[in-house]
DNA sequence: TCTAATTTTGCAACTCAATTGCATTAACAA
DNA sequence: TTGTTAATGCAATTGAGTTGCAAAATTAGA
């Protein structure tokens, strides 16, 4: 089961995803509602959030859990299969907004790809 | 630095990737290794021979570490491009000779890829 | 508005992969 | 054979993530 009931909490974390439109690892999270909320509850709160179609999740690059918000999804349904891109320099994570075409793999059944690059975004480039 | 020394523990590491050619976990590695040396050990030969460009490393599904064979890496270069598939079912991770074509992103300066597709192996899909 | 059911939260304890410090052992160049 | 130092074992530690349980907050309905 998902979202059920509208807490402060859970507030305080959507708004986060609601203001920028750029992915968060967990541990960002829990550092930036420190003050206002447990970890336990965070880790709940992005769960829930997820299994509604809210936000999705992945791995950056150290291993750390990710999350940002999903456009078009639904509780049943998890239609992000984008691509990921993590900055070397400062770190950011974007969402792409672009297919990466799979060649087929001889006698092998892809369910699901989970692709990141790594690099240097936008600012860190110039 | 990489490997100066052969020991006893590097032949013994060193064996299990020539055998098969095919990913291994450290969680599995040291699990095989067990009675015949440390945990810290099998950390610290993986790193060393990665340093030297004999194995490479990735992260798979589950978040666990896993190491592969390098074809044609050296010490100040590894050339491990390749994605990597993870069968759901038996677990296996297999290294994917092919190459994954990333187009490119308005900005973006991408240096590396970290692709891991998820599906059913040969022997699994049938 | 008040009550009761139940979802949500806080907290402490726990799990598990991975790392670190340090004393001891083993490899190998000379 | 010996001295240097790389490699190892072991115990303790780190850090992300999870779990159990009691207390608090939400919400539907009386
Ligand atoms: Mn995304
Ligand atoms: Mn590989
Ligand atoms: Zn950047
Ligand atoms: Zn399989």
Redesign the interface.
């Known amino acids: 089961m998902g979202i059920v009931r509208k807490t402060k909490a859970l507030s305080t974390v959507l708004q986060i995803f609601e203001e920028k439109n750029e992915a968060k690892s967990v541990v960002h999270l829990i550092e930036l509602v420190k003050d206002k909320m447990n970890k336990t509850t965070v880790y709940r709160i992005l769960d829930r959030l997820e299994q509604d179609g809210t936000i999705h999740s992945f ?1 950056g ?1 150290d ?1 750390l859990k990710w999350y940002a918000k999903c456009e078009g999804c639904s509780a049943n349904h998890h239609s992000d299969k984008h691509p990921h ?1 993590q900055c ?1 320099k400062c770190d950011k994570v974007e969402c ?1 907004p ?1 297919e ?4 087929s ?18 600012v860190c ?1 110039m």
């Open positions: 791995n690059k291993g891109f070397t792409l672009l990466i075409k799979i060649p793999i001889k006698n092998h059944k892809v369910d699901s790809t989970d692709i990141l690059l790594i690099g240097q975004c936008e480039s």
